[in-house]
């Protein structure tokens, strides 16, 4: 289990749902703080990584465990 | 919130409806499969999460000017940001129901002969993947020629015209899209009829064709099914001619360009193969046959006015002249060589599920199936990887 500040599941949830609560709460932390997502929406391994390069957020790992997939998002400043 | 179907969306690029088709995937996603009509559509890609971030900027990128018809992977996406678009006042907003996929499962029925025969040929253009299909349909009884997984539609079909599916023809071991034909035959009984070089390691049971062999209707009547073996494109392609009249070439003949013969890696023994055939099979074929090809990749070269892909082969060998004059085998293997792209990866996959060696699930076999075809021999004539 690797270090981080706060967690969301998005478990169940389809596009665009994953990336717009990842948006609202990574808004709320603090630069530099890491948010473990997890998300089952296959759809959203690729617009999550895709949303966060764009923004200035980084993603430090992901994987997948069982059928879910566990993004660890790095708030940018 | 107005949605639309996929044939909704075909008929709107076929009749020329000015529209904006706004596609909110990922610029990735975007890049590797877009929607393609027979006609010129207008698109724009921005990604839902950029809505997300900006969304009056984003809005206002929007052109006002045209109604906008929202596209995305599944649905969630296009709705939301068909609403976002109406909530800031745009009007005349509509999203596609099923995403993407629906539209890469989109079958198009054509008639091709005329009404007033005792026997209908019918294609079923799916734009989504630049491939055609084909029915023939004589009394109570329908051939159908290359299915793909949309089986549904095919099942409808023959019920609307009165039939049932007797008999499946593959034009060869498809590595570009995933057959329906086992799940025909597991539903209706129908016999799949293909040819042992590329058959013979598929886990199916199926009837052997081999060159010259007939196969009717079981009144012995109506037009018969000529079974022509063309190997080149693949081992065991075939290449079916129906009545004397129509050629249902697979991924030998296309309309412009032929099958690329290096898709088994064994580019010069097949590129010699496809020569031989070129020269002893197809070139000696009537001019007036009608050319009903698997694929095609240019609607305006390849599509007929009311947007059919067919020709005559005399119009076919005149197209591809750089093609069929080549008159020594070793310039024909140059010239395959030199043309020679790489194939998409998953084409590998694809073809183990054709021989029901791999059975994903219905989700994934989605996704493996997605994409347009690469199965032309010249570059012009398909896109290129990424």
Redesign the interface.
């Known amino acids: 289990m690797k270090e981080h500040d706060d967690e969301l599941d998005c478990s169940g949830l ?4 994953p ?2 609560k990842t ?1 609202l709460k990574i808004d709320k932390m603090d630069a530099g703080k890491v948010l473990r997502v997890i998300t089952t929406d ?2 959203a391994c ?2 999550l990584p ?2 966060a390069s ?2 200035g957020h980084e993603i430090l790992s992901n994987c997948e465990e069982g059928d879910k997939y566990v993004f660890y998002v790095k708030r940018g400043a | 919130m107005t949605i639309f179907t996929a044939h909704e969306l075909y008929s709107a690029i076929e009749e020329k409806e000015d529209f904006l088709l706004l596609d909110v995937r ?4 975007h890049k590797r499969f877009s929607i393609e009509g027979p006609n010129e559509v207008m698109m724009m890609n921005i ?4 809505f ?2 900006e969304p009056e900027e984003m809005v206002a990128q929007v052109p006002d000017d045209k109604p906008v018809r929202v596209v ?3 649905v ?2 296009s709705e ?1 940001v068909a609403n976002l678009l109406e909530g800031l006042g745009r009007e005349n907003v509509s999203h596609l129901d099923g995403g993407i996929i629906s539209w890469g499962n989109l079958l198009v029925s054509k008639r091709i002969n005329s009404e007033s025969d005792d026997y209908e040929v019918w294609q079923f253009n799916r734009p989504g993947k630049a491939s055609c299909s084909y029915g023939l349909v004589f009394e109570k009884e329908m051939f159908l020629f290359d299915p793909s997984r949309n089986v549904d539609y095919y099942l409808q079909f023959a019920e609307s015209r009165g039939a049932i599916i007797t008999h499946i023809f593959e034009t060869h071991l498809q590595a570009d899209y995933i057959s329906g034909s086992p799940k025909i035959v597991e539903m209706t009984g129908a016999v799949l009829v293909a040819h042992d070089g590329d058959y013979s390691e598929a886990l199916h049971k199926y009837h052997s064709v081999t060159d010259g062999e007939e196969i009717n209707f079981s009144t012995e009547k109506g037009p018969a099914v000529s079974c022509v073996h063309t190997p080149g494109h693949t081992p065991g392609s075939m290449t079916y001619l129906i009545g004397e009249k129509y050629m249902i070439s697979g991924d030998t003949v296309f309309i412009v360009s032929i099958g690329r013969p290096d898709l088994g890696k064994m580019v010069v023994e097949w590129a010699q193969m496809l020569y031989d055939t070129l020269h002893r099979r197809i070139s000696v074929m009537p001019d007036d046959l009608i050319v009903l090809p698997g694929h095609y990749t240019d609607w305006e070269a390849e599509a007929d006015s009311e947007y059919r892909i067919m020709n005559d082969f005399a119009t076919v060998k005149k197209m591809n002249e750089d093609i069929y004059s080549i008159a020594k085998i070793d310039d024909f293997v140059t010239y395959i060589q030199g043309n020679m792209r790489n194939q998409p990866e998953i084409y590998g996959q694809i073809r183990q599920v054709n021989f029901g060696k791999l059975t994903p699930c219905e ?1 994934e076999q989605n996704t493996m199936d997605l994409g347009k075809n690469e199965c032309a021999a010249s570059k012009h004539g398909g896109i290129e990887n990424a």
């Open positions: 389809n596009c665009p749902m990336v717009l948006k296959p759809g690729n617009d895709a949303w764009k923004v | 990922n610029e990735e996603d990604p839902y999460f950029d997300i971030e995305c992977a599944k969630g996406s939301f989700n």
